[in-house]
């Protein structure tokens, strides 16, 4: 059974930090792709960070500013975000082979 869980949002002030974490299950050893995406209120979902054979990349808004690990032994991948902005405010979720995360609020205030 496939299972994405994950934690670390909250409320912080603009330009503070936060770091979500995703764990993951039942997805198996090959690992395509992987990534953090988030879905701003009354908006559609968009992308974040993307890791591929490619590399790892982000989304302008979050350059320099968001980071993407993974600890594939851990099952495990993070984004660390420094000087979150109001507009971080999102619901936030990692995907891992195209299977989804149920999402964690981020909601950064002014």
């Known amino acids: 059974q496939v299972q994405l869980v994950e934690s670390g949002g909250g409320l912080v002030q603009s330009g503070g930090s936060l770091k979500l974490s995703c764990t993951y299950s039942?997805?198996?050893?090959?690992?395509?792709?992987l990534g953090w995406y988030r879905e701003p209120p009354g908006n559609v979902r968009e992308w974040v960070a993307v890791?591929?054979?490619?590399?790892?990349e982000y989304a302008d808004s979050v350059k320099g500013r968001f980071t993407l690990s993974r600890d594939l032994a851990g099952n495990t991948i993070s984004l660390q975000m420094n000087n979150l902005k109001p507009e971080d405010t999102a619901v936030y979720y990692c995907s891992v082979n195209n299977e989804w995360g149920r999402g964690t609020q981020v909601t950064v205030s002014t």
């Open positions: 039942g997805i198996g050893s090959r690992i395509y792709t």
């Open positions: 890791h591929s054979g490619l590399g790892t």
